[in-house]
């Protein structure tokens, strides 16, 4: 779904409540009527039949009763479109037809030609049912013609399809005037009752809207006005909630030791960084020693090799025979062996030098990397502490404009 039709009025939940109640009363009604046509059909064809032979009984009993009573043929001519007009009422159309013995007869003692009920059939689908009228003794006094038993007529009655459809269509015009009133006045209860019913739920929106938008934090709180399924939703977004501020809790308390180890870290450089210091002073004090070892060596081998200079001059002035040479040479070995020692004592010296400056610089060379990554380390541990505080502020919400 897109995110700009979300919220929109003709999404909200009530109005869609609102449609479909409407919607399905109306669906309901109108397979109402639906099944009051199909029994009005199935009325038609199963009892239409039966209904419209009882009728022209009753019809062909009732023109007796009129002929006996109210004067005969005569007042046929009165009687007649009223029993037409009663018929059409309850949808059925009638004829009375008159047998050639009741036309010679009437035409006899009554000096008129009659006609009877004559038929206006409609077109379309029907029952019909038909009853002839016999004489009865009473009715020879005007059908002078007849006797018992004659046939003076017949009666016809036809019960169309066409009046049953009239008639439900004029019950399915009331039923839905009546109907929509109702589905009207329901939705107007529905609506009320869902205003009334979903204000826990429209808060609850109101919250969840805000802590959306950043418009509250995990501090805030919704109102639990009802106890029923809105109010235990309510009652459990309060308890995420609660939750939520106590995991930012955690989490703060969490920054805090960050934000003491971060300070550890920093120290540890330091001691690291004074170190470093202090063995590049005493790198620069070894050198030093060095550069005075290298002058005292150069002190001390002078004076000998002076000596053994002034035994060579002697030795090349006098003749090897001599005293003095052999004593020369010998002081000249002796010397000689001196230097020697002199010489490895102080190779030696610069070798354990030599390797102590080694040393040092390797050691200098760890420290370096070491402090290098702490201070890497602390970068990344401010970083997440003030990540950590952004999230925390996040969290936290900031008042709506």
Same mark, same amino acid.
């Given at each position: 779904?897109?995110?700009?039709?979300?919220?929109?009025?003709?999404?909200?939940?009530?109005?869609?409540?609102?449609?479909?109640?409407?919607?399905?009363?109306?669906?309901?009604?109108?397979?109402?009527?639906?099944?009051?046509?199909?029994?009005?059909?199935?009325?038609?064809?199963?009892?239409?039949?039966?209904?419209?032979?009882?009728?022209?009984?009753?019809?062909?009993?009732?023109?007796?009763?009129?002929?006996?009573?109210?004067?005969?043929?005569?007042?046929?001519?009165?009687?007649?479109?009223?029993?037409?007009?009663?018929? +059409?009422?309850?949808? *059925?159309?009638?004829?009375?037809? =008159?047998?050639? $013995?009741?036309? /010679?007869? !009437?035409? &006899?003692?009554?000096?008129?030609?009659?006609?009877?009920?004559?038929?206006?059939?409609?077109?379309?689908?029907?029952?019909?049912?038909?009853?002839?009228?016999?004489?009865?003794?009473?009715?020879?006094?005007?059908?002078?013609?007849?006797?018992?038993?004659?046939?003076?007529?017949?009666?016809?009655?036809?019960?169309?399809?066409?009046?049953?459809?009239?008639?439900?269509?004029?019950?399915?015009?009331?039923?839905?005037?009546?109907?929509?009133?109702?589905?009207?006045?329901?939705?107007?209860? +529905?609506?009320?009752? *869902?205003?009334?019913?979903?204000? =826990?739920?429209? $808060?609850?929106? /109101?919250? !969840?809207? &805000?802590?959306?938008?950043?418009?509250?934090?995990?501090?805030?709180?919704?109102?639990?006005?009802?106890?029923?399924?809105?109010?235990?939703?309510?009652?459990?977004?309060?308890?995420?909630?609660?939750?939520?501020?106590?995991?930012?809790?955690?989490?703060?308390?969490?920054?805090?030791?960050?934000?003491?180890?971060?300070?550890?870290?920093?120290?540890?450089?330091?001691?690291?960084?004074?170190?470093?210091?202090?063995?590049?002073?005493?790198?620069?004090?070894?050198?030093?020693?060095?550069?005075?070892?290298?002058?005292?060596?150069?002190?001390?081998?002078?004076?000998?090799?002076?000596?053994?200079?002034?035994?060579?001059?002697?030795?090349?002035?006098?003749?090897?025979?001599?005293?003095?040479?052999?004593?020369?040479?010998?002081?000249?070995?002796?010397?000689?062996?001196?230097?020697?020692?002199?010489?490895?004592?102080?190779?030696?010296?610069?070798?354990?030098?030599?390797?102590?400056?080694?040393?040092?610089?390797?050691?200098?060379?760890?420290?370096?990397?070491?402090?290098?990554?702490?201070?890497?380390?602390?970068?990344?541990?401010?970083?997440?502490?003030?990540?950590?505080?952004?999230?925390?502020?996040?969290?936290?919400?900031?008042?709506?404009?």
């Amino acid at each position: 779904m897109d995110k700009r039709e979300i919220g929109q009025f003709h999404h909200s939940f009530v109005v869609r409540i609102i449609r479909d109640f409407f919607l399905s009363l109306l669906l309901l009604m109108a397979l109402e009527l639906g099944i009051r046509f199909l029994l009005a059909v199935y009325a038609f064809e199963i009892h239409a039949s039966e209904q419209t032979r009882i009728a022209a009984q009753q019809l062909s009993a009732d023109l007796k009763s009129i002929m006996l009573n109210k004067g005969g043929p005569v007042a046929s001519r009165t009687v007649f479109p009223i029993l037409r007009r009663n018929h +059409l009422d309850v949808g *059925l159309e009638i004829a009375v037809v =008159p047998s050639e $013995l009741t036309l /010679t007869s !009437v035409q &006899k003692v009554f000096n008129f030609k009659p006609k009877g009920l004559a038929p206006k059939w409609s077109v379309g689908k029907h029952h019909e049912s038909r009853v002839e009228l016999q004489a009865d003794s009473f009715c020879l006094q005007c059908h002078v013609d007849a006797g018992i038993g004659d046939v003076l007529g017949s009666v016809v009655v036809r019960n169309y399809f066409s009046s049953h459809v009239r008639q439900w269509w004029e019950q399915a015009n009331l039923t839905s005037v009546i109907g929509l009133m109702n589905i009207v006045f329901h939705t107007i209860i +529905l609506y009320s009752l *869902l205003k009334w019913r979903m204000l =826990p739920l429209l $808060l609850l929106k /109101t919250t !969840v809207s &805000k802590l959306a938008k950043g418009g509250m934090g995990v501090t805030g709180r919704t109102e639990v006005q009802s106890n029923d399924e809105f109010g235990e939703l309510a009652q459990d977004l309060n308890s995420f909630l609660e939750r939520i501020s106590q995991l930012a809790y955690d989490f703060e308390a969490i920054l805090q030791r960050l934000a003491g180890i971060d300070l550890q870290l920093k120290d540890i450089a330091n001691a690291c960084e004074q170190q470093v210091f202090d063995q590049k002073e005493q790198l620069g004090q070894i050198i030093s020693n060095g550069f005075t070892h290298l002058s005292t060596l150069a002190e001390r081998t002078s004076s000998p090799f002076a000596t053994l200079e002034k035994q060579l001059h002697m030795i090349e002035q006098h003749p090897v025979e001599d005293s003095l040479l052999k004593q020369s040479i010998v002081e000249l070995l002796r010397t000689a062996k001196a230097m020697i020692r002199t010489i490895d004592k102080d190779l030696s010296s610069y070798g354990e030098l030599g390797q102590r400056v080694v040393g040092l610089d390797e050691h200098l060379h760890q420290l370096s990397l070491i402090v290098g990554e702490i201070r890497v380390l602390s970068e990344k541990m401010h970083a997440l502490d003030a990540q950590g505080h952004i999230l925390l502020e996040q969290l936290g919400g900031r008042d709506a404009d």
